[in-house]
């Protein structure tokens, strides 16, 4: 890897947030998906935690709501779709041994899921963790960690809020990974 990698990532997260054109912006996700495995499995320190940086901005593009109107400002619509699929790269070629906790980024945006009473959560925290759910479980493979993983800490929150979240959008995306299940 080269020293300096901040050109390289710049360059692929540009490309992610503005590429309309679906072959570029393929490659572009494929490549960046690479990147961060190949920085997250590196024994030096410095590259894992670029990959934890890195993947982290990738989640929070990936966490916005598919049914959301609106973007943050430094967001575009073509980036959080993409970024979507960067994060289902990510989950797929990961060891058949990991589970999801092990993917610091992502786990961090399915915490509230965990939580034992969903309706005292923020129902924008609890939007934006079910969408990484979606994104999350549509890529999980059958007989891996991260399957079992996420039937047994995720899928009955998934459940609840496919029943009785308040929020269409996120009823819509609760199903969907309950499907996925």
């Not at 990532?9 to 490309?15: E, N």
């Not at 979507?84 to 915490?111: C, F, G, H, M, Y």
């Not at 939007?127 to 039937?151: F, P, Q, W």
Request: net charge positive.
């Amino acid at each position: 890897l080269p020293a300096k990698l901040t050109p390289i990532i710049r360059s692929l997260i540009t490309l992610v947030k503005n590429e309309d054109n679906a072959h570029r912006s393929g490659c572009a996700c494929a490549s960046l998906s690479k990147l961060i495995t190949m920085l997250h499995l590196s024994p030096d320190e410095k590259y894992r935690t670029t990959s934890h940086k890195v993947l982290s901005n990738i989640c929070a593009m990936a966490c916005v709501p598919r049914h959301s109107v609106t973007v943050p400002k430094t967001f575009t619509n073509i980036g959080c779709r993409q970024s979507r699929l960067i994060v289902q790269n990510i989950v797929e070629a990961r060891d058949s041994q990991n589970t999801l906790e092990d993917i610091k980024p992502i786990w961090q945006r399915l915490i509230p899921l965990t939580s034992s009473n969903l309706t005292q959560c923020d129902s924008h925290v609890i939007s934006e963790a079910v969408s990484m759910l979606n994104c999350v479980s549509s890529s999980l493979r059958k007989g891996y960690n991260c399957i079992a993983h996420g039937t047994s800490k995720l899928l009955p929150a998934a459940i609840v809020l496919a029943c009785t979240s308040p929020s269409l959008g996120t009823r819509q995306d609760a199903v969907e990974s309950v499907k996925n299940f």
